[in-house]
């Protein structure tokens, strides 16, 4: 069976998928970490693959910018090709200036000025919340692999050229450490359907410190992320 928007078969997909933002890094992992590949996405350029990790059946697949995007795709991961882990690896703004360039951010909860969750008609407002066991056991493989990672709230945003550039700072004040446009809908959508789901965060700017990596220093600087996420897989 294939969506609008993913033309893979029932059994193409593994129940593990590892979702960049960007397809070029879905297929730069794909041929850079996984053997045995095949491509079951191609449909608007939004690439997907699936191969093996250490003898494992591993997926990994683009979702594009924003909650929208995200959400169509993981909806359609769930609940048309049956994944049950949905692993987010992806760059950050870091609100928190402890925080350095390369350092991971592992997301527990995620919240946001999108209105995405409205769809669930709830009397209140929804904290979205990563899985406990993912999450777990993420932060062990870091710790394994002396990686430093930094478990927190993190702010999903609608924006990213904001009117009012200072208003980071009133999430920071709230222990926000930093910022990203997916997350939310990513854990709404697992969370509704009962599946797990993580974001793994690399920290590709500071708001913090005026700071910023190069798009050389990204490609090389994320394989922590990767591995994070490639062995938690």
């Not at 594009?64 to 987010?88: D, F, T, W």
């Not at 490609?219 to 897989?233: C, H, S, T, W």
């Amino acid at each position: 069976m294939s969506t609008p928007h993913n033309n893979a078969v029932q059994g193409q997909i593994a129940e593990t998928v590892l979702l960049p933002g960007d397809p070029l890094r879905a297929k730069f992992i794909a041929e850079n970490f996984l053997s045995d590949v095949e491509q079951f996405n191609a449909v608007r350029n939004m690439f997907g693959y699936t191969g093996t990790y250490n003898g494992k059946k591993v997926s990994v697949m683009g979702t594009g910018m924003g909650c929208p995007s995200i959400g169509i795709y993981s909806y359609e991961l769930i609940h048309m090709y049956g994944v049950k882990n949905l692993i987010r690896i992806g760059s950050c703004g870091a609100y928190d200036p402890n925080l350095e360039l390369f350092d991971i951010v592992i997301a527990i909860g995620a919240s946001t000025d999108s209105n995405y969750a409205s769809q669930y008609n709830l009397p209140g407002t929804y904290s979205a919340t990563a899985s406990w066991d993912l999450l777990s056991k993420a932060k062990q493989v870091a710790d394994e692999n002396s990686i430093k990672a930094t478990v927190g709230n993190i702010v999903t945003s609608d924006i990213f050229y904001h009117d009012e550039p200072e208003s980071w700072k009133r999430w920071a004040k709230m222990g926000c450490i930093a910022a990203e446009m997916e997350t939310y809908a990513l854990y709404c959508n697992a969370n509704r359907a009962g599946v797990n789901a993580l974001t793994i965060l690399t920290v590709s700017d500071s708001i913090a410190r005026e700071s910023e990596t190069t798009a050389e220093q990204r490609e090389k600087g994320f394989k922590d992320m990767m591995k994070i996420a490639l062995e938690l897989a």
